[in-house]
């Protein structure tokens, strides 16, 4: 209800209530051309068993009365501007223009009827069959803008203005004639609250609709908020991932080699220069890749040469460099129909787990197997290398190692790690989501 409290109209309902009122005034505009050009007038005969029927004759009567009303009130609803400035006035102040005046058009009836000594009672009655009509309109419109205690009071309010004035007129009519108009108020009354409970209900179901509507929305967008939120947290972890595989290893080898250099460079000037030498290659090496790395933050390899090839020339490439002894066993082709996030992810695990044998195994021989079966893909890198305790990587800044268990982890799949000191390591690395 927190519309209604501000002022806002329902959806629909201003153009409706206008159109309405248009009907209205164009009926009274017939009305009135029928009324000067045709040979009728409201001393047509209506059936007595049918008194409704005295609606259509006695239009032509009324027609220059509904103009007259209906004429300002669909002014009134035709300018934006009042709404603007009356605001949450605008509504009811239009409202009270359409219930009035069919509420006094009876009355003010019975008593030029009584001035032209017609059959008064009798055009009572059939004026009030039209009230029931033109009331039907603020009814609908109280029904659709608010709820169905403004209907409660609009049915009591229009009753007891009735009877108001029914008992006004009650000493000229005689009881029967009374009782007759009496019985249409009540019945007026009761259709009015059926109809205006049905609209209020509808509405009031349309409004609910309409807040879990905005709700849904208002949580899809803070869902969609926190996913962007997530998502750059993953490409930070996946940047950082590929830093720590390209320029991380880079480096680190680099340290290695300085610090030979240092320890070289007074006895051994030849062994300094030659380190020197190494150096400076491994820091043209480090920025290439840091370079290919920001650019594409992919692994090229895999799209020049596809996943087994790809491996097999970075397991060469740390056995030349390295002096080790490389075991390939890879089959043709295995990476074929997964996607390729999963084949980037085979790729980088092996690079870390290669760099590691490299870099602290102290192995001689490291086999490499990639192979595929049942939709599983499968990669396993062990090593003779002197082997270390997994229990000690807890709380330890093991970058690699903890990049490696993060794509494993990302994709699905699960990431092993089996060694004990002086007894080689093992790397496992299952992806079971089968090809795609």
């Known amino acids: 209800m927190q519309d209604q409290a501000t002022g806002a109209l329902e959806p629909g309902v201003l153009p409706t209530f206008r159109l309405f009122i248009g009907m209205q005034l164009l009926i009274g505009i017939v009305g009135m051309l029928a009324n000067w050009l045709l040979p009728f007038g409201p001393s047509a005969p209506v059936p007595s068993h049918f008194p409704g029927m005295g609606v259509v004759s006695g239009v032509a009567n009324q027609s220059t009365l509904i103009v007259l009303v209906s004429l300002p009130l669909f002014i009134y609803l035709s300018l934006p501007g009042l709404l603007r ?16 005046w069919p509420m006094l058009i009876p009355y003010i009836e019975f008593y030029t009827a009584r001035a032209g000594a017609e059959n008064s009672p009798e055009l009572l009655q059939r004026a009030l069959w039209q009230q029931v009509i033109l009331l039907f309109i603020p009814l609908i419109v109280i029904s659709w803008q608010y709820s169905i205690r403004q209907v409660v009071l609009f049915c009591l309010l229009t009753t007891l203005l009735n009877h108001v004035l029914l008992f006004s007129v009650s000493a000229a009519m005689e ?12 019945v007026q009354a009761v259709g009015f609250f059926l109809v ?6 509808l509405v009031q179901v349309q409004r609910e609709q309409r807040h879990s509507l905005v709700e849904a ?10 996913v962007e939120q997530l998502t750059l947290s993953r490409e930070r972890n996946r940047l950082a991932r590929e830093l720590h595989d390209v320029l991380a290893h880079t480096l680190s080898g680099l340290a290695v080699e300085l610090e030979g250099l240092r320890v070289s460079l007074g006895p051994d000037p030849a062994r300094a220069s030659m380190l020197l030498a190494h150096s400076q290659e491994a820091v043209r090496e480090g920025l290439a890749e840091t370079r290919r790395a920001l650019q594409e933050l992919r692994a090229r390899p895999l799209e020049d040469l596809g996943l087994a090839l790809a491996v097999q020339a970075l397991a ?8 080790l002894h490389i075991d390939l066993r890879l089959e043709r082709d295995p990476g074929d129909g997964h996607p390729p996030d999963v084949q980037q992810c085979v790729y980088r695990i092996a690079q870390e787990a290669l760099a590691n044998v490299d870099a602290h195994a102290k192995a001689h021989n490291v086999r490499v197997v990639l192979e595929q079966a049942d939709g599983r893909l499968k990669l396993t890198v062990t090593d003779d290398g002197c082997g270390f305790d997994p229990s000690t990587l807890q709380g330890n800044l093991h970058f690699g190692l903890l990049g490696m268990r993060e794509r494993a982890e990302m994709l699905g799949g699960s990431l092993s790690i089996e060694s004990q000191p002086g007894r080689g390591t093992q790397i496992s690395f299952l992806y079971q989501g089968g090809p795609t």
């Open 217 to 226: 929305n208002r949580r899809l967008a803070q869902y969609a908020s926190t």
């Open 316 to 323: 060469e490439n740390y056995g030349g460099r390295s002096g």
């Open 196 to 201: 205006g409970h049905m609209i209020a209900n």
């Open 175 to 186: 009881s029967g004639e009374f009782r007759a108009p009496l019985g249409l108020i009540l």
């Open 85 to 100: 400035l009356l605001k949450g006035l605008y509504l009811p102040v239009g409202i009270i223009w359409a219930s009035v």
